[in-house]
Nanobody, 129 residues
Framework: QVQLVESGGGLVQAGGSLRLSCAAS????????MGWFRQAPGKEREFVAA????????DYSDSVKGRFTISRDNAKNTVYLQMNSLKPEDRAVYFC??????????????????????WGQGTQVTVSS
C-alpha cells in the first residue's frame, strides 16, 4: 500500500516558479515509477512528467519540456516537480501517481493514467497573467 500527499501548489504570476512535492508512505516507494499529471477545469487528466526508480531516467510532455524538472529523493520518500516559466495554461490540479510494480520508464505506458495504481489528492496551481 502506498499513500501519496502532494503539496506546494498556489497562486503565482506568469513567468514565476513553484516546486511541488509528493510525499509517499510505504516501503516500496524507492522502487516505484512515479508520475506527475494535471487536470485543468473541464479537461481530462494529462501526463506531465515521470521518473524511474533511480532518478536517472525522466520524461516530459512536450508542453512542459524545458520548463519543468522532475526529481526524487528516495531517502525522503519524496518526488518533486520544479516548475519554472509558468504560463496561464499551466493552471490545473496537479496529481502524483505511483506504480510500485514498475521500476523503469519503458515504452510509453507510463504516460497513461491507467499505469499508476496509487494517486494523491492533488494540489492546485493557479497562474495569473
Amino acid at each position: 500500500q502506498v499513500q501519496l500527499v502532494e503539496s506546494g501548489g498556489g497562486l503565482v504570476q506568469a513567468g514565476g516558479s513553484l516546486r511541488l512535492s509528493c510525499a509517499a508512505s510505504g516501503r516500496t516507494f524507492s522502487m516505484s515509477v512515479m508520475g506527475w499529471f494535471r487536470q485543468a477545469p473541464g479537461k481530462e487528466r494529462e501526463f506531465v512528467a515521470a521518473i524511474g526508480w533511480s532518478g536517472r531516467s525522466t520524461d516530459y510532455s512536450d508542453s512542459v519540456k524545458g520548463r519543468f524538472t522532475i526529481s526524487r529523493d528516495n531517502a525522503k520518500n519524496t518526488v518533486y516537480l520544479q516548475m519554472n516559466s509558468l504560463k496561464p495554461e499551466d493552471r490545473a490540479v496537479y496529481f502524483c501517481g505511483a506504480e510500485p510494480d514498475k521500476r523503469y520508464l519503458s515504452g510509453s505506458n507510463y504516460k497513461s493514467i491507467s499505469a499508476y495504481r496509487y494517486w494523491g489528492q492533488g494540489t492546485q496551481v493557479t497562474v495569473s497573467s
